[in-house]
């Protein structure tokens, strides 16, 4: 059984919904079918989740609703004409939404989260119902049968029983549409997960259901060894595991959100991210383990909005708990960071700069002055972590030398190197002037000089 | 005012006082002199300290102490006869290690001090004696004028009153001889500091009367850019800063206690290495800031001896606090750690493996796995720390390519490359069999490549 998640430019039109059931009949494994809401159709349009924010925002403000659910409506409309359906559903859709609107508001977020979810849970209605118009047997299935959340403030993620539940659906006749994005509280309130969210329902279905493929369809034919805005017609990567995805993704890679790896990584099922609008390209595969090839590096991503915090103190190393208490200070302003080398007297702390404010980098600075004694402490800016990413390549001897070599070559000075502890990356910290210089750089000597594989 | 710290082989024959004695006469300057206990005379020879550490433990087993304490008296004999001393001192000697021996037993610790600091303070008395002698006017001060000292269980240090109280040495017309390695309490209890402890005493007697010069002399011509035992014939290092010092000394360069440096660092007085053996020899000069010569480097050290504790947990990086929990695991074991490099989803913990014991290991291992449910906690041992050292050195674009394709070049694999915080050095960790070799490859590179300045 294949369980496919299909992104929102998958399902962003009728013509596009038409590929996306086409691809469905194809192959009779593929029972299971996660869908977000329609994304764009065109660079300049707007997604229907973003509608659907305006029209939360509107609600909470006390504005005209009626024009903005028309507003959402009309766009599911375009699709069912598209797709020969009769209103049937717009109705469904319009009465959802107003009911939606005038639901409780005293939680603001639970408020426009459950509009949010509106887009994806509509559209899974629609498509089924447009498969069954086409003689495809479809059944839409509501998150409300199973997708059990934990309960507010943590940060979303399904409860051990959303699996249980959610391992019924293997035994349905019908091709199963499933909107991604949401689930539901024991209490039946309704939560979303992060952006990119649907990619998680798909994989909690894949793993629930025991899939022998997660397929993860988009709108690019494979994942890249490089960003193809900043490196000219980069090499595809056929074959990528898991950890290499997740260390790629988390530094620019947003093909693929990487949470969303984590049901299928402890299941460990295949991942094959394809293109909606070229299905026979292989697409790119994660997997568990793949074979070595002739290239130590898989892939090269790079990303900006990085600080630095340096804290130095004479003789620091001498203070047991010295580095324990800075990242103290650090976690009470609620900041996650990145990495920490250190020197014999010195620690840098190296986060993303979106956490900060002024108010908490004065505040930081102040408490290691006052609390650690330190002799200097400030924040810098404008930093971009450049992560070179490959199965085993930590064992690959002169790899770390050939990187170094490839950046100061560029004229850039390496800000940090981290090396030393994940088997499969190297991060090298740039100022963020050279990161698309350095991303060249990197994947001339990494990529261009060696015959592809 | 100069302050002239003499070691232990500096003064552990008759032969090495005078030539103590003509040193100190030759500069008028020299004023304040810290001495060590009668060190090795040859490389078989036994220092005295230890023929004090083992008279300690015989006393304290209840042992023959009487042999072992005409042994000590013996050595400082030949001593005085080389001198040409009368019996004066032997006596104030024997009286003064009976009755250390005879003192209170109830903690062990404080009483094989009290036993060991006798080498310096008998040798103190013995020098100041024969200054006297031949017609320099010399004077033993005892710490127990104004070293005041911090109470246990703390690591021992100086109170401020310490440097108020021997500030007033300065004024003092003869030569003061005083005995490094120890001081008092408040209440009056004998502390040491740790081996190298002189060069501590020293620096602080340089500190309190605001010396224009730290003079420590041992017997070397001077500090080495590289280990001699390792390198053949490195160059010398004729001026470094307190930083690049501090730096070198952490990894093997066990020429200058490292915390005895504090005391000039913060006065900003230099500091001159030199050897009693070759005193017209410049020596090295450690000082706040140094001109820049034309090598990026000025020193490169390697020490073993280092553990790594490797965790990995898949989405580490979304804890906030996961970091600072773990090392607060590894402070409750009372362990200091070196260096943290971390992935997305691993951080290891770089720490000496003498601080470990298999019980700590385990206990460290099993809770880092049930406290912070990690997927994979192991030690790996028998990795060594290479240090290359150069004040600005980090601005030098291509240095850190430079000393890893060296290190590449020998073949070694490098498992931990620490850059990022410490302006002035950049770490290698590498398995200990390939140290000497990688030493060699980075003096070759850093060194043997450019004219010397």
Do not use: W
Request: glycine share 8%; charged share 25%.
């Amino acid at each position: 059984m294949i369980v496919c998640k299909f992104g929102g430019t998958s399902v962003a039109s009728a013509e596009q919904i038409k590929k996306v059931a086409n691809i469905v009949k194809s192959n009779p494994e593929r029972k299971i079918v996660a869908v977000s809401a329609p994304g764009k159709r065109s660079s300049d349009d707007i997604k229907v989740t973003d509608l659907l924010i305006d029209l939360a925002e509107t609600a909470l403000a006390g504005g005209d609703v009626e024009s903005k659910i028309n507003g959402v409506v009309n766009r599911y409309r375009d699709i069912t004409d598209g797709l020969g359906l009769d209103n049937t559903m717009m109705n469904v859709i319009a009465a959802d939404l107003s009911e939606r609107v005038q639901a409780d508001r005293s939680n603001k977020d639970l408020f426009i989260d459950s509009i949010k979810a509106s887009g994806e849970d509509n559209n899974a209605k629609l498509i089924a119902s447009y498969f069954n118009s086409i003689g495809m047997p479809a059944k839409y299935v509501s998150p409300k049968e199973g997708l059990v959340l934990n309960d507010l403030p943590e940060r979303t993620y399904a409860l051990p029983e959303a699996y249980v539940n959610l391992s019924k659906l293997k035994d349905t006749k019908e091709i199963i549409i499933f909107p991604g994005f949401f689930g539901y509280t024991k209490e039946g309130i309704l939560r979303t997960f992060d952006r990119g969210g649907s990619d998680i329902t798909g994989s909690i279905l894949a793993s629930a259901v025991g899939a022998t493929l997660y397929e993860n369809f988009t709108d690019v034919d494979c994942v890249f060894a490089a960003n193809p805005k900043v490196v000219n017609d980069p090499v595809d990567i056929k074959e990528i595991t898991y950890r290499e995805m997740r260390e790629l993704s988390y530094a620019g890679f947003s093909v693929f959100h990487d949470e969303a790896l984590m049901p299928v990584y402890k299941q460990g099922i295949p991942v094959n991210i394809k293109n909606t609008n070229n299905p026979s390209a292989p697409g790119t595969r994660i997997l568990p383990t793949r074979i070595q090839t002739n290239r130590p590096v898989t892939g090269i991503s790079a990303d900006g909005g990085f600080s630095i915090l340096y804290v130095s103190k004479y003789l620091m190393n001498r203070e047991v708990g010295f580095g324990r208490k800075l990242l103290q200070i650090i976690e009470e302003e609620n900041i996650s960071y990145e990495h920490t080398p250190s020197g014999l007297d010195d620690i840098s702390v190296i986060m993303r700069s979106n956490q900060l404010t002024p108010e908490k980098e004065e505040r930081i600075v102040a408490r290691v002055k006052t609390e650690l004694c330190a002799d200097d402490v400030h924040f810098s800016h404008n930093f971009s972590m450049i992560v070179i990413v490959g199965e085993g390549m930590r064992h690959n001897t002169g790899l770390a030398a050939r990187a170094a070599t490839a950046i100061s070559n560029t004229g850039a000075n390496i800000e940090m190197i981290n090396q030393g502890s994940s088997e499969v990356s190297l991060v090298f910290g740039v100022r963020s002037e050279f990161e698309d210089r350095i991303l060249k750089g990197l994947y001339e000597e990494f990529f261009a000089k060696i015959p592809i594989s």
